[in-house]
């Protein structure tokens, strides 16, 4: 019985005990452990505000990368639009310059077939032509058309094909045939050039002279001297030239001097007072409508052959030819054409005169 009572007091006394083991394991209360709590409060609180500044600087960072990536979005599909804008007028610039070139060398084609039908109808057919890499000749006399004498029409393919010679190879040589000339040259086709002067034992050219774009000689003393070349282009260049810097500017590959100018641009030019109405062998040089070169001798100074032609029924001439710049070279007794390995006309002075400067062809 009196297990029982002892038994129903440890019940009754449990939950105390309990809780009085409880507050043994508890540490006991104090200010400073109120203290240290309110500081890790605090010291947390710093963390998460500077988590959410770090934060803010984040978003604010990535909206920048946002707007830079949409502006360079926006800037990659304006360049996108503005090369395809570009390429779309260049190749509408490409197809117009093409139908140009294509009109261009249709008219070009118009225009030598018209003059190949000119010069047919004056002159008859070609007596000699030539088709080269580098230049196609055709050469035509000029009987029909009342002179005794030839007359070249070439078309240069490349520059390569137009050549100036000095004899020698220097100012101041002994001279050299225009034949001479042409076969050290390997041309098919010369014409003697400029005029000159003997000075001790030597042929000095007149005016100005340009070899192969070097300045031999300059001289500006006769105002009606004119200077007759080609540019590096192969072009026909020529007029009157007073300084060196003028010269320049015309980009001359070769050229030589003598009067006067007979033609530009289709039109007359004054023929000097003591040069007019005057018969004599003839050299001319000039270009055709369609920028086709000729060259001619007209044959003079031989009685029951040819008494020549003046300036003034040259220019008349060449208009009928369709030419249109023309200059008077070197006339008399150095008048000299050669093609295919012969003189052709007969130099006034009974055989080829020794000149300064010829033009050559090689084909």
Same mark, same amino acid.
Do not use: C
């Given at each position: ?156 393919? =490349?520059?390569?094909? *137009?050549?100036? %010679? +000095?004899? #020698?190879? !220097?100012? $101041?040589?002994?001279?050299?045939? /225009? ?110 409508? =369609?920028?086709?070169? *000729?060259?001619? %001798? +007209?044959? #003079?100074? !031989?009685? $029951?052959?040819?008494?020549?032609? /003046? ?53």
């Amino acid at each position: 019985m009196r297990y029982k009572i002892y038994i129903f007091f440890v019940f009754l006394l449990a939950p105390f005990i309990g809780l009085g083991i409880a507050f043994g394991q508890v540490q006991p209360f104090s200010f400073q452990d109120l203290e240290s709590r309110a500081l890790d409060e605090g010291s947390l609180q710093a963390d998460v505000d500077n988590i959410y500044r770090d934060l803010h600087s984040i978003h604010d960072s990535i909206q920048e990368s946002l707007r830079r990536a949409e502006a360079t979005r926006n800037l990659i599909a304006f360049i996108s639009e503005d090369s395809q804008a570009q390429k779309q007028a260049y190749e509408k610039q490409y197809a117009e310059l093409q139908e140009l070139m294509l009109a261009s060398a249709e008219q070009h084609s118009v225009s030598g077939d018209m003059l190949e039908n000119v010069l047919s109808r004056l002159l008859g057919d070609p007596i000699g032509q030539t088709f080269g890499n580098n230049a196609t000749v055709k050469v035509y006399s000029l009987q029909e058309a009342g002179y005794r004498g030839y007359m070249a029409k070439v078309r240069l393919h =490349n520059v390569n094909a *137009l050549r100036m %010679v +000095i004899s #020698g190879d !220097r100012v $101041g040589a002994p001279g050299e045939t /225009t034949s001479a000339a042409a076969r050290r040259s390997g041309a098919v086709l010369a014409i003697n050039a400029g005029g000159f002067f003997a000075h001790e034992g030597g042929l000095l050219p007149i005016g100005i002279t340009v070899i192969d774009g070097e300045i031999l000689t300059f001289s500006t003393y006769d105002p009606d001297l004119s200077f007759v070349g080609f540019n590096r282009s192969g072009q026909l260049i020529g007029g009157r030239v007073d300084t060196e810097e003028q010269l320049a500017a015309m980009n001359v590959l070769h050229g030589s001097s003598f009067l006067p100018t007979l033609l530009k641009g289709g039109q007359k030019q004054p023929i000097p007072s003591a040069w007019a109405n005057t018969r004599h062998p003839r050299t001319l040089i000039g270009h055709f409508e =369609n920028d086709e070169l *000729l060259l001619i %001798v +007209i044959d #003079g100074r !031989r009685q $029951g052959w040819s008494s020549g032609v /003046t300036l003034e029924e040259a220019q008349d001439k060449l208009l009928e030819f369709k030419v249109r710049d023309a200059y008077n070279l070197d006339g008399g007794g150095s008048s000299a054409f050669y093609y295919n390995g012969k003189i052709l006309n007969r130099p006034s002075d009974g055989s080829e005169r020794r000149v300064a400067t010829n033009i050559v062809i090689v084909p």
